[in-house]
C-alpha cells in the first residue's frame, strides 16, 4: 500500500491529529491498528457520503480482509441529510436507536466523516452513548478542520439556540485531509478561511502575512484536482498543496496549543472567540442564510473597529485584515449587498444586536467581553477585554452625533492619513528603484494593495511590513520584471490608478523562453473604464498590446518585449493618469524618451507635475520642453535613461484635503491644530487652503515647508470670504463652504463683493467639476447647509454661502452624506459648534480616511456617539421624499384636448373642492385671453407669464382644490421644476388620452393658439415631460374599450374612486380590513385581462380587490400603462405588493412615493423550506411589518401539520406588539387549508378563469362553504318586518346573493301587525344575522335597537337592522337607512356626465319614504327641492325637518326658480294621475320635464313598472332616465347586503333572478 507523508500536530498531550492529502487508505489502516474494536461505525451525510463514501467502504473491507485476527470487525455506515438542521436532539436519538439496534457495544468506534454538523452530532452522540465510546474526527470542511474538530467540543442544537446542549469529548484522532477540499464548495472554503485568518490575527503576524500575500495560490491548491493522489507523498506535493497545508496546520496548531493550556474555556481560550462576540450576535440574526464564517468575518472587522476606537489597534490593522477576509470572497461589513439585501438584515438594529450579546458565555454579568486586537498578530490582553456598551454601540450604529465643544486635545499636532495619489507612485518608483525603501504614512487602500500585488506577481519588488505594518519595506528590483506563472492574470480589481500605471509597467517586461504573455484584467466596472488612448501610445511605440474582450478596455494581453522609447504620442485630454504610466516608466525604454501630448488640452497639470516631482526624489530628473521663441513650457517631456535610485526612507505626504478637515475644526473652534507632513513644499493643491482660505477668514496660519498650524479665531468670529476661486484645490470647496455658513464678519478689505447679497457672501468658483465626483456635490452643499437653515445660491460653476451667527443655525439636523466621504467630514465641522448634528452614513469616509471618527474623539478630542437612525427615517431619506400631505390641493396636466378640464370639474364635483382653471386664472390677471395674449407679444412671453401663474396658484390653493393647467405648462424647466417641487407633497395627475382621438377633438377646438407644428409632434416632446413631472396619471380612455367602461357613471366612479384616494380624503381601502374581517381578493395574474373584462362582475364576486401582475401585462394597452416597478402606483392603486427580497434602496424609493396607497410587503419562500415555527419566519415577518402596511408571507406545505403551524404563527405574530395585518399562505394542495384559515386578503380565483394563478388556489364561494363546515361561519337568519309583504322581492334578492357567494343564510318574511314579541324574539337570537324593515315598522322600531347610523337620525326612520359584534362579545343592534342611498345611487348613474351637481330637484309626496329622498338629493348637492304634495301641512313638516336644506313647497307644477332636472315621487302610483281633471289623486304634468332637456325621474312605487310619472316622462320627454321603483330597491338591497356581511352584492346576478320573479308576478 502507498504510504502518506503526515504532518502530525500535538494536543493535550498526544500526537493525536494527522494531517496530509489523500489519506482515506492511511486512516482506515491506523483506526483498525490502533484502535481495535468489534464495531466500526462511518457516519457521514449524503453531500459527503457521494463523494467519499465508497473509498471508505472499499479500504474498511480491504483492511478488515488482511486483520489477522479471528473475529473479523463489522463495518457499519449511517448517511443522514446535510445541514445544520441535523444537528438536533431527533437525530441524535435517531443514531442511537440506530446503534443500538445494531447491538453496538462500548467498544464501538465512531467516525464522524463531514463538515461541522456530522462533527458536532457524532462527537455527542460517543461521549454519552454507554456514557461513552472512543471516536475519530475526520472533517472534511475547511471549518471542521481548523476549527470544529479540533479542542473537544461538541453539541447540538435545540429551538433555543445553537450548541446549547453538549460535552467535552476528545476524538481519538483527527484526520486532517485537505484533499477533501478540492470537493468542497468554494463558499464553504471561504467560511473555513476566516477561522484560519481568525487565528493568525490573534497569534502569528508572520502566519497572517503569507495568508495576506498568497492568497491566489491558497485558492489555487484547491481549485485544480489533484491526479493521482498527488500530494500524499512529499514528492508528489505540489508547491500550493504544500503551502495550504501549512496553512491549516498552522492554524490547528494554535488552536491546539490554546486548548491544551486551557481546555475547558476559562481565559486563554477565549481568544480564538475573536470576532465570535459580534459575529454570533450577527449569525443570530441570519442563519442559516449567512455562514458562520462570514459573520465571524463581519464580526472580526466590527470588533477591530472597537480595538481601533480604544485606541489599542491602529488603521493599518484593521486595513489588513479587512483586505485579507476581502481576498478570500468574504464580507466585511453589513452593507455588504449580500447582507444588506437580506430581509432578516433589517432584524440587525444596534438594540438587537447588543441584546443578544447579553448572552455570551465570555460576558461577565452585564460586561461585555470581545477580544480587542493589539496588532496583527497579538491581543491587548491574554484574554477577552470588557467593552463598553456605548463603544460597541457606536462601531455598530450606521449613524454619528459629535458633541460640540472645544477640542479637548488642543493644541493638536496629529497627521492625516497618506495621500493616494502619492501612495500610488511612491510604490512603483520603490519597485522599480533599486535597493530598499521604506515606506511610511501608506495609505492602506484596495489600490495600494491591487498595485502591491500585481509587482509581486510580476516579480518586480519584495514587499514586508515593520512596526506592526506602519512601515512597509520595499526591495526594489531595479526594472527586472517577469511574465506571472503559467496561467496567472494580474487582477486588478476596480483600482482604476493601478491599471493605468501598469499596462505601461508590463510593457518593460523582458522576453520569457516560453512566449508567454502578461495579462492584466479587472472586475466588471473595470473593463468598462477607458484605457484606448494609453494602449494607441504604447502599440504606435511598438509594443504589442492586445484586448482580450472590448476595444479600448482592460483585459489586455502585452508581450514581454520592452519599452522601445524614443519619441511616443499620447493624447492625454482623457487622463493624466496614462501620462504618469508613461513618465514613471520611460527611464527603463530601450531608447530615451521624449513623450509628446498631443490631442487638445492636458487634463490635471498638477497630477503631472507630482509625477515628475517624485521621479526626481527617486534620482531621475524629468526635463520639460519649452517653446524656444516664447520660453513657455510646453506638453512635451524628456525623460533620461536610467535606474530610480530609493531613498532609504519616503514619507508618503500625508492626504491635503484630508487636513482641510482638522484645520476647520481648528479655524470654527478657536483652538489650535498642526498638521505634520503638509507644508508650503507640498506635492498637492489642497495645502494651499490654509494659506488661502482659512487666513483671510482670520486664522492665524503658519506654514513650513513641511508643516502646517492654524489657530483660529475667537469663537464666532470667522469672516466671509468674499470672492474665492478654489480652482487649484477644488475638493476643498466643502470645508470652505461649512465654514462660510457660520462666518459672521466681513471679509478683509479688498475681497469684498460689490454685488453681494449679504455682507457676510462667500462666492466660492471654479469648482464646476465637483458636481460628477462621488455625488453632486454643489448641491450635496446646498441642500444639507438648508438644514442647518443656511441659505446659499448656486452658481454656474460654484456657489454663493451666507454667513449666519452659528447660534442661529438650526440644531439637530440629520446630513445625508451621499455615501461620500467629503461631505461627511465637512459636516463633522460643522457637527462640533451646532448641537445634535447627526451624520447618517459613518462609513463613507473610509475611501480615504476610515479612522476619521476615532481620530476626531482620540485625537482631536471631541466625543462622539452612535446613533441608530429609525428604520422609518432610513426608509424616508431625504433624498427620497415627504410624507403626502392630506387634501394637498391636486394639480391636474396633460396635452390639450385630453380631457383636463372635465375629468378635473368632475373630480371637484366628487370631492367637493373647488376647481381652479389656470387659463381662466390667467385671463383674470392679464385681462387677455391666452391667444390674444400670445399675438401681442411671443410665446416665451406668454410661457414666462404662465409660470408665474402656476407658482401663484400653487401658493393661493395650496389644499383643497383642483387646479386645472394648460397643456403647453411642461414646456419651460422653470414651470416642471415647480411641478416636481409640488409632487413631492401633493398629487401631479397626468390626464393620459390617445392622441388620435385628442388630434380629432382638437380639429373641432380653437379656444387655445394654434400649435403651428403638427399636434403628434407636440405631444412626443411633451409626453416625457409630463411623465417626469407627474406622480399619478389618470387613464381617460374616452372611446377605447366598451361602452360599460365608457359610461358616464364609471367615469364618474373612476374619477371617484381616483381622486378620492389620491387626495387622502377617502383613501380606497379594504374596508373589512379595519374591522378584523375576512377580505379577500381576486388573482388576475394573466398576461392579458381583456377577456375578463366583461365578466368581471362575477369574477370579482365576495373580493374586496383584484391582483393585477402589472409585470406580467402583455397587451400593448397594459404597456402603455403600467412600467414595472410600478412607479409608486401612479394609477393610484390602492395596495402595491413588494417583495421584500428587492434591493433596499428599490424599496426605500417605492415605500416614500407610496402616497395612499397601501404597501403589502411579502415574502415568497420559493425554496419551501421556510418552517412557520423557526426563527427565520419571525424575522421575515418583522422585516416585512417594517416595510408594509400589510404583511405577506408564502410558504409551502407539504403535510397538514404545517396549515396548523401557519395558523399558530399568525396567531403569535398577530398578538405581538405593533402588529400589522398578515396574510400568511402556503402553497400547494397541501396547503389548501391555509388559505381557508388565511383572515387578510386571501388570494383567490373564479371558475370562470381559464387557470389558477397558483396551485391550490380556491374560489370565494368554496371557502366559504369550507369555512362553514368546520364551524367558521355559522348560518344566520335575516328577515323582512313589515306589512302587506307577501309580494316583496326582498328574499329572492338577498336569498340569490347568500346562494352566489356560497354563504350559507337564509331571509325570511316575518309578516306582523304590530312591532311585537316575534319581532323582538327573532332579533335577541343568536342566529339573527339581520333584518330589513318596511312600512308600516320603519319608526316603531327604533325603540328597540341600541344606536342609529347618522343617515338613519337624520331622516328619521329605520330599514335596516345591523347586529354588530362588540369587542367584549356583546351584540348590539344597529339601525341603518338604506333607502335614501337606494335613490342616490339610481340617480347618480343616470344623471347626464354634463351634470355634474343638479342644481333643483323635485319631490312629489310628503309621507315618509319622502324624507329618504329629500336627504338623498341632499347628498347629491341640490341646492333647491321643491315639494309637490296634496296636504300642505304634511309638506311643512317636512320642511322643518331639514332645516338646513332650501325646500320651497310648490302649488303648481313648472313654477320654478330653477328648473328641477331630479324628479323622485313617493306617493303609490295609483295616487297619480296625469288627467288634469281627475279628482282624488295627485296631477302630475308635462310641466315637470319641459324647461330641462336632460334628467332623472325615479318613482318610488313598485307596481305598475311603468306608474303615470314614468309613462308620461317617456313620452314627453326623451332626455330624461327613468328609474323604477323595483331598480330602487335592488341598489338599496345591494347595500343593505353589504352592510349585513360585509362582501359586495352579485349584483348581476341576484338583479337577473329579481327581474324574473318581478316580471312573473
Ligand atoms: N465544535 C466546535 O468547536 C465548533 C466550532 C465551529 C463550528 N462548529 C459547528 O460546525 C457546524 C458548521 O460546520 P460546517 O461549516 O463544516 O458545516 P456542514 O457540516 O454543514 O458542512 C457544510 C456543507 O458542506 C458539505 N460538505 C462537507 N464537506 C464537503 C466536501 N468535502 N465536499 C463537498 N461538500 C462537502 C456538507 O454536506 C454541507 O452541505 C455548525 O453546526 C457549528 O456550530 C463547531
Redesign the pocket.
Known amino acids: 500500500m502507498t504510504s502518506a507523508d503526515i504532518r502530525k500536530v500535538s494536543i493535550l498531550g498526544r500526537d493525536s491529529i494527522h494531517c496530509g492529502f489523500h489519506l482515506i487508505p492511511y486512516i482506515v489502516r491506523t483506526v483498525l491498528d490502533t484502535l481495535p474494536s468489534s464495531t466500526y461505525v462511518l457516519f457521514t451525510?449524503?453531500?459527503?457520503g457521494n463523494?467519499?463514501l465508497p473509498l471508505f467502504e472499499s479500504e474498511f473491507d480491504a483492511g478488515i480482509d488482511a486483520l489477522k485476527s479471528q473475529i473479523r470487525p463489522r463495518f457499519i455506515t449511517y448517511v443522514i441529510p446535510?445541514?445544520?438542521t441535523?444537528?438536533s436532539r431527533e437525530c441524535k436519538a435517531e443514531i442511537e436507536d440506530f446503534l443500538l439496534l445494531n447491538k453496538c457495544t462500548r467498544d464501538t468506534v465512531l467516525l464522524a466523516v463531514?463538515?461541522?454538523?456530522?462533527?458536532?452530532l457524532i462527537?455527542f452522540v460517543a461521549a454519552t452513548f454507554m456514557r461513552g465510546v472512543r471516536f475519530v474526527q475526520i472533517?472534511?470542511?475547511?471549518?471542521?478542520m481548523v476549527?470544529?474538530?479540533?479542542?473537544?467540543?461538541?453539541?447540538i442544537?435545540t429551538p433555543h439556540g445553537?450548541?446549547l446542549i453538549?460535552a467535552f469529548w476528545q476524538p481519538e484522532y483527527i484526520f486532517i485531509d485537505a484533499a477533501?477540499?478540492?470537493?468542497?464548495?468554494a463558499r464553504?472554503f471561504s467560511?473555513?478561511m476566516a477561522?484560519v485568518i481568525k487565528t493568525a490575527a490573534i497569534w502569528n503576524e508572520d502566519e497572517f502575512s503569507a495568508l495576506e500575500s498568497r492568497f491566489s495560490e491558497i485558492f489555487a491548491a484547491i481549485q485544480t484536482p489533484s491526479k493521482d493522489y498527488s500530494g500524499r507523498t512529499q514528492g508528489t506535493r505540489s508547491s500550493a498543496q504544500e503551502l495550504l497545508l501549512s496553512v491549516i496546520v498552522g492554524s490547528i496548531s494554535v488552536k491546539a496549543h490554546i486548548v491544551t493550556i486551557d481546555e475547558r474555556e476559562t481565559g486563554l481560550r477565549n481568544l480564538v472567540n475573536f470576532g465570535h462576540t459580534i459575529g454570533h450576535a450577527i449569525e443570530a440574526v441570519l442563519t442559516p442564510t449567512i455562514?458562520?464564517?462570514e459573520c465571524v468575518s463581519i464580526g472580526m472587522i466590527l470588533e477591530a473597529e472597537v480595538a481601533r476606537s480604544l485606541g489599542a489597534l491602529s488603521q493599518v490593522g484593521v486595513g489588513r485584515l479587512t483586505r485579507c477576509l476581502k481576498a478570500y470572497n468574504l464580507p466585511v461589513s453589513l452593507s455588504d449587498p449580500k447582507i444588506a439585501n437580506l430581509p432578516a438584515a433589517r432584524s440587525l438594529t444596534v438594540e438587537r444586536l447588543l441584546d443578544i450579546m447579553k448572552v455570551d458565555k465570555k460576558n461577565s454579568g452585564p460586561q461585555k467581553k470581545i477580544v480587542i486586537l493589539s496588532r496583527i498578530g497579538a491581543t491587548y490582553e491574554q484574554k477577552a477585554t470588557v467593552v463598553a456598551d456605548t463603544v460597541i454601540s457606536r462601531t455598530l450604529s450606521e449613524a454619528v452625533k459629535i458633541i460640540p465643544g472645544i477640542p479637548s486635545k488642543s493644541p493638536i499636532h496629529m497627521a492625516t492619513p497618506g495621500s493616494k495619489s502619492i501612495s500610488n507612485r511612491a510604490l512603483l518608483l520603490a519597485a522599480l528603484g533599486k535597493g530598499t525603501c521604506r515606506l511610511k504614512n501608506l495609505l492602506h487602500s484596495d489600490d495600494t494593495q491591487v498595485m502591491m500585488n500585481a509587482l509581486m506577481e510580476l516579480k518586480g519588488a519584495k514587499f514586508s511590513w515593520e512596526d506592526g505594518g506602519e512601515t512597509l519595506v520595499v526591495e526594489g528590483g531595479s526594472g527586472t520584471l517577469s511574465v506571472p506563472a503559467k496561467g496567472k492574470e494580474i487582477y486588478l480589481g476596480n483600482a482604476g490608478t493601478a491599471a493605468r500605471f501598469l499596462t505601461t509597467v508590463c510593457t518593460l517586461v523582458q522576453s520569457s523562453e516560453t512566449d508567454e504573455r502578461t495579462v492584466i484584467t479587472g472586475n466588471a466596472r473595470m473593463k468598462q473604464r477607458p484605457i484606448g488612448p494609453l494602449v494607441d501610445a504604447l502599440r504606435e511605440n511598438g509594443s504589442s498590446v492586445n484586448y482580450l474582450e472590448s476595444q479600448g478596455c482592460l483585459p489586455l494581453s502585452i508581450a514581454p518585449a520592452g519599452l522601445r522609447g524614443s519619441t511616443i504620442k499620447l493624447a492625454a485630454s482623457v487622463s493624466s493618469q496614462y501620462v504618469s504610466s508613461i513618465l514613471l516608466c520611460a527611464p527603463y525604454a530601450q531608447e530615451q524618451v521624449t513623450l509628446e501630448l498631443v490631442g487638445g488640452q492636458v487634463i490635471s497639470q498638477p497630477y503631472i507635475d507630482m509625477t515628475i516631482a517624485m521621479m526626481k526624489t527617486f534620482g531621475i530628473t524629468v526635463i520639460r520642453q519649452t517653446d524656444s521663441e516664447t520660453q513657455k513650457p510646453l506638453d512635451a517631456y524628456m525623460i533620461p535613461k536610467g535606474h530610480y535610485v530609493n531613498p532609504t526612507d519616503y514619507h508618503i505626504e500625508s492626504d491635503a484635503s484630508s487636513a482641510t478637515y482638522p484645520l476647520a475644526i481648528a479655524a470654527i473652534t478657536g483652538t489650535e491644530v498642526t498638521i505634520a507632513n503638509i507644508g508650503s513644499g507640498s506635492l498637492q493643491g489642497d495645502a494651499r487652503f490654509a494659506k488661502e482660505v482659512l487666513e483671510p477668514m482670520g486664522c492665524e496660519v503658519i506654514q513650513t515647508e513641511t508643516e502646517t498650524t492654524v489657530r483660529g479665531p475667537p469663537i464666532g468670529t470667522l469672516k466671509a470670504l468674499g470672492h474665492v476661486d478654489m480652482e487649484p484645490m477644488t475638493d476643498a470647496f466643502l470645508t470652505a463652504s461649512v465654514l462660510a455658513a457660520v462666518a459672521v464678519s466681513p471679509p478683509l478689505p479688498g475681497r469684498e463683493l460689490s454685488d453681494a447679497k449679504h455682507i457676510t457672501t462667500t462666492r466660492i468658483v471654479g469648482i464646476a467639476n465637483q458636481r460628477v465626483k462621488e455625488c453632486n456635490r454643489i448641491r450635496a452643499m446646498i441642500d444639507q447647509l438648508a438644514k442647518f437653515g443656511v441659505e446659499t445660491r448656486e452658481l454656474e460653476d460654484g456657489l454663493e454661502v451666507y454667513g449666519k451667527d452659528m447660534r442661529e443655525l438650526k440644531e439637530g439636523a440629520s446630513v445625508h452624506c451621499y455615501d461620500d466621504h467629503r461631505v461627511a467630514m465637512a459636516f463633522s465641522v460643522l457637527g462640533a459648534v451646532v448641537k445634535e448634528t447627526v451624520l447618517e452614513e459613518k462609513r463613507c469616509v473610509e475611501k480615504t480616511w476610515p479612522n476619521w471618527w476615532d481620530d476626531l474623539e482620540n485625537k482631536i478630542g471631541l466625543r462622539i456617539e452612535g446613533v441608530e437612525l429609525a428604520e422609518v427615517s432610513v426608509v424616508a431619506s431625504p433624498s427620497g421624499g415627504e410624507a403626502p400631505q392630506a387634501l394637498a390641493s391636486v394639480v391636474i396636466i396633460g396635452m390639450r384636448g385630453s380631457g383636463k378640464t372635465f375629468i378635473g370639474e368632475l373630480a371637484a364635483s366628487v370631492l367637493e373642492w373647488s376647481f381652479v382653471d389656470a387659463d381662466v386664472a390667467f385671463e383674470a390677471k392679464h385681462k387677455i385671453g391666452v391667444r390674444e395674449f400670445v399675438h401681442q407679444h411671443d410665446w416665451p412671453a406668454f410661457r414666462t407669464a404662465e409660470t408665474e401663474i402656476l407658482g401663484e396658484l400653487l401658493a393661493t390653493y395650496p389644499v383643497g382644490h383642483i387646479i386645472s393647467l394648460g397643456g403647453g405648462i411642461v414646456e419651460t424647466p422653470a414651470a416642471r421644476e415647480l411641478l416636481k417641487t409640488y409632487a413631492k407633497k401633493g398629487p401631479v395627475v397626468h390626464i393620459v388620452r390617445e392622441i388620435d382621438e385628442v388630434v380629432k377633438y382638437l380639429g373641432e377646438e380653437t379656444a387655445r393658439p394654434a400649435y403651428g407644428e403638427l399636434v403628434i409632434d407636440v405631444f412626443r416632446r411633451r409626453e416625457p415631460w409630463f411623465k417626469e413631472c407627474c406622480n399619478y396619471e389618470f387613464v381617460n380612455y374616452t372611446g377605447v374599450l366598451t361602452g360599460s367602461v365608457t359610461s358616464p357613471d364609471s367615469v364618474r366612479r373612476e374619477v371617484t374612486r381616483f381622486f378620492g384616494h389620491i387626495s387622502g380624503k377617502q383613501p380606497n381601502l379594504v374596508p373589512n380590513l379595519a374591522n378584523g374581517q375576512r377580505s379577500y381578493f381576486l388573482s388576475l395574474t394573466y398576461p392579458d385581462i381583456t377577456p375578463a373584462l366583461p365578466y368581471m362582475e362575477e369574477l370579482t364576486t365576495g373580493a374586496d380587490a383584484i391582483e393585477l401582475r402589472v409585470d406580467l401585462l402583455r397587451s400593448p394597452y397594459a404597456r402603455q400603462l403600467y412600467t414595472f416597478p410600478p412607479p409608486s402606483g401612479r394609477l393610484g392603486v390602492e395596495y402595491i405588493d413588494l417583495e421584500i427580497s428587492w434591493p433596499k434602496n428599490q424599496l426605500e424609493n417605492l415605500v416614500t412615493r407610496k402616497g395612499f396607497s397601501q404597501i403589502i410587503a411579502s415574502w415568497h419562500d420559493w425554496s419551501g423550506s421556510l418552517q412557520w415555527t423557526s426563527k427565520q419566519a419571525e424575522d421575515l415577518y418583522r422585516s416585512a411589518r417594517d416595510i408594509g402596511d400589510i404583511v405577506k408571507i408564502v410558504g409551502k406545505a407539504n403535510r397538514l401539520e404545517d396549515n396548523l403551524e401557519l395558523y399558530e404563527f399568525v396567531s403569535r405574530m398577530s398578538a405581538s406588539p405593533n402588529a400589522k395585518p398578515i396574510i400568511a399562505i402556503n402553497m400547494g394542495l397541501e396547503g389548501q387549508m391555509s388559505r381557508i384559515l388565511n383572515k387578510t386578503l386571501s388570494p383567490i380565483t373564479h371558475p370562470l378563469l381559464p387557470s389558477k394563478a397558483a396551485p391550490g388556489q380556491l374560489s370565494f364561494t368554496q371557502i366559504q362553504t369550507a369555512l362553514h363546515l368546520i364551524g367558521q361561519l355559522p348560518a344566520k337568519n335575516f328577515y323582512l318586518f313589515g306589512t302587506p309583504i307577501a309580494q316583496s322581492m326582498s328574499p329572492t334578492l338577498h336569498n340569490t346573493a347568500f346562494q352566489t357567494l356560497g354563504l350559507p343564510h337564509k331571509y325570511d318574511l316575518l309578516e306582523t301587525t304590530a312591532v311585537g314579541d316575534e319581532i323582538k324574539a327573532v332579533i335577541s337570537s343568536p342566529n339573527f344575522g339581520g333584518a330589513s324593515v318596511t312600512i308600516p315598522f320603519k319608526l316603531d322600531i327604533i325603540p328597540l335597537l341600541d344606536s342609529l347610523s347618522p343617515h338613519a337620525k337624520a331622516i328619521g326612520a329605520v330599514n335596516t337592522i345591523i347586529p354588530q359584534k362588540m369587542l367584549d362579545g356583546t351584540v348590539v343592534l344597529y339601525g341603518d337607512n338604506t333607502d335614501w342611498l337606494g335613490i342616490r345611487n339610481c340617480i347618480l348613474s343616470r344623471l347626464p356626465s354634463s351634470t355634474r351637481n343638479p342644481a333643483a330637484g323635485l319631490v312629489i309626496g310628503a309621507g315618509g319614504t319622502s324624507r329618504a329622498a329629500i336627504y338623498a338629493l341632499k347628498s347629491l348637492g341640490v341646492r333647491i327641492v321643491y315639494l309637490y304634495n296634496r296636504t300642505r301641512a304634511s309638506a311643512e313638516t317636512l320642511v322643518s325637518a331639514f332645516p338646513d336644506v332650501d325646500i320651497r313647497i310648490v302649488e303648481e307644477l313648472g313654477s320654478w326658480t330653477i328648473a328641477p332636472s331630479v324628479v323622485v315621487s313617493t306617493v303609490p302610483a295609483s295616487a297619480t294621475t296625469t288627467e288634469a281633471s281627475a279628482t282624488g289623486a295627485l296631477y302630475i304634468s308635462e310641466a315637470i320635464f319641459a324647461k330641462q332637456s336632460e334628467g332623472v325621474v325615479v318613482d318610488m312605487a313598485y307596481r305598475p313598472a311603468v306608474t303615470p310619472l314614468l309613462g308620461l316622462a317617456d313620452a314627453t320627454a326623451k332626455g330624461w332616465k327613468t328609474v323604477r321603483g323595483l331598480d330602487v330597491l335592488l341598489e338599496q338591497g345591494y347595500v343593505q347586503f353589504n352592510l349585513w356581511t360585509g362582501r359586495q352584492c352579485p349584483r348581476r346576478a341576484v338583479a337577473e333572478v329579481v327581474e324574473k320573479a318581478y316580471a312573473k308576478n
Not at 451525510?45 to 459527503?48: A, E, G, L, P, S
Not at 463531514?114 to 462533527?119: D, E, F, L, N, P
Not at 470544529?148 to 453539541?155: E, L
Open positions: 451525510d449524503t453531500n459527503v463523494l467519499h446535510p445541514g445544520e441535523s444537528k463531514g463538515g461541522g454538523v456530522i462533527g458536532d462527537g472533517p472534511t470542511t475547511l471549518l471542521a476549527d470544529s474538530s479540533v479542542g473537544g467540543k461538541t453539541a442544537d445553537k450548541n453538549g477533501f477540499l478540492e470537493t468542497l464548495p464553504e467560511n473555513g477561522e455562514l458562520h464564517g
